[in-house]
């Protein structure tokens, strides 16, 4: 069966540092990845998804990029953190773009 | 673009009540829905969907939601919530054929004992 894992489950950085955070699944290939933002009260944003290796797609301009070094590995990036991406972020995947799985989820807080 | 409306953000209701959680979205074309829901602590899992046919469709834990396409609109339903239902509920739409999942903004549903 197939799995997702996020990592870190939670992490604190000041102002001003790198962030790397990282998906990745198990249990099928070339699948659709994707990061979203979830805040309270507003639901979930999608940041980037990705059809297949090296290809990303932004949804909305920001402070964070995204890349897909491997086929089952995302990893969400930022090289200077602003207190705004605070917040819950979140990976999914799908073999079709219809249902999408998500993963544990990695909570940040930036200070 | 596709948006998808849930209002009434929080719900508080007894054990044995029954409950309905309204989705709307906007887009005029072929699409395909979802109800998605995350207990507290735990991942955001998928509750139910409908992609074509019966447009009433049945979910896991007893949940049930109606496709009205003339009302652009996709409820969720239950006839007798349990305490173990206490959770935040995700209507999520997608054009068909299109990578990106619209999302409401969610119900917390808090059920008393």
């Known amino acids: 069966s197939q799995t997702i894992h996020q990592w870190p489950a939670t992490l604190v950085q000041p102002v001003g540092s790198p962030l790397s955070l990282e998906c990745t699944v198990e249990g099928t290939s070339n699948p659709n990845l994707y990061w979203y933002r979830q805040a309270a009260g507003r639901g979930l944003q999608l940041l980037f998804y990705s059809v297949g290796i090296g290809q990303i797609s932004s949804e909305v301009p920001q402070n964070l990029s995204a890349s897909r070094p491997q086929d089952r590995q995302f990893i969400l990036s930022s090289k200077k953190l602003l207190l705004s991406d605070s917040g819950f972020y979140l990976c999914a995947w799908s073999v079709r773009p219809e249902t999408q799985y998500f993963g544990p989820g990695t909570r940040l807080l930036v200070l | 673009a596709q948006s998808v409306s849930q209002h009434n953000h929080h719900v508080i209701l007894s054990e044995a009540a029954s409950l309905e959680l309204g989705c709307n979205y906007s887009?005029?074309?072929?699409?395909?829905l979802f109800w998605y829901v995350q207990y507290p602590g735990q991942h955001l899992q998928l509750l139910l969907k409908?992609?074509?046919?019966?447009?009433l469709v049945k979910g896991i834990k007893g949940f049930e939601a109606e496709f009205i396409k003339s009302k652009f609109s996709f409820n969720l339903r239950k006839p007798s919530v349990q305490w173990s239902d206490t959770a935040e509920y995700f209507c999520a739409v997608n054009a068909e054929g299109n990578n990106r999942l619209a999302f409401g903004k969610g119900n917390q549903v808090v059920v008393i004992p």
């Open positions: 409908y992609f074509s046919g019966d447009p």
């Open positions: 887009y005029g074309g072929t699409v395909n």
